[in-house]
């Protein structure tokens, strides 16, 4: 069965630094890849889509990566902010506003 | 409206009572999907209509569950007979299938707390 696995459950790092969340992903072959941030309380919000013949992807501060050999996607963001935390969740995707498939989500800490 | 409305915000009901779960997509689009939250865990896909086809249901945990979309707008989520495990928060999103990135657009979901 489908299965995606995002990083460890928590990442707390340093104001300034960058992060990187992981996105694995089995037994699927994803049209594309979106990822999605959600802060507590509130709905998900989209942050950046990827296709499967694209390698990288980046929007300001953030950078996706998509590796559909290694079935594997990374969410970067560079100059990392308090205001960054929050839980990020990546999903996949067979077609055009088709059902997307969600991962557990990473919560992320930015500590000043 | 200009995002995905959902009502209530908060729905606290005893266990085996009826309850009805509200979404106002946003306008035009013709995708939407209900997903359920349990604390601190992912979403998980529950149904997907798409304009006048036949939904996808298969995300439906168990025949308590139903949900209708009428008229091509408006969706209600309806959970029959609930039980604890019920509790959850339940999100809605809508998408444009002209805009063709699949992004779903999310309301801020429904809070059921079955006692």
């Known amino acids: 069965s489908q299965k995606i696995e995002q990083n460890s459950e928590a990442l707390n790092i340093q104001e300034g630094k960058t992060a990187t969340l992981t996105c694995n992903y089995t037994?699927?072959?994803?049209?594309?890849l979106q990822w999605y941030r959600q802060d507590p309380g509130r709905g998900p919000v989209f942050l950046l889509l990827?296709?499967?013949?694209?390698k990288e992807k980046r929007k300001e501060r953030l950078k996706v990566t998509f590796d559909t050999t290694l079935k594997q996607s990374l969410f970067h963001i560079t100059a990392s902010q308090p205001a960054d935390s929050a839980t990020y969740l990546c999903?996949?995707?067979?077609?055009?506003?088709?059902?997307?498939?969600f991962g557990d989500g990473t919560t992320l800490t930015v500590k000043p | 409206g200009a995002g995905v409305s959902q009502s209530p915000s908060n729905k606290v009901t005893e266990k085996g009572k009826d309850v009805e779960l509200r979404c106002d997509p946003i306008?035009?689009?013709?995708?939407l999907y209900w997903y359920r939250q349990s604390l601190g865990q992912g979403l998980e896909f529950l149904i997907y209509?798409?304009?006048?086809?036949?939904?996808?249901k298969s995300g439906l945990p168990s025949d308590r569950f139903s949900a209708e979309r009428t008229g091509g707008s408006v969706s209600t989520l309806t959970i029959q007979r609930t039980q604890q495990e019920d509790s959850a928060v339940y999100l809605c999103?809508?998408?444009?299938?002209?805009?063709?990135?699949?992004?779903?657009?999310f309301g801020e979901g429904s809070r059921l707390t079955v006692l």
């Open positions: 999103a809508s998408s444009s299938t002209s805009e063709g990135t699949g992004e779903l657009f």
């Open positions: 037994n699927y072959s994803p049209a594309y």
């Open positions: 990827i296709r499967e013949n694209e």
């Open positions: 999903a996949l995707g067979n077609t055009n506003a088709g059902k997307s498939t």
């Open positions: 306008s035009g689009h013709t995708a």
């Open positions: 209509f798409q304009g006048n086809s036949a939904p996808d």
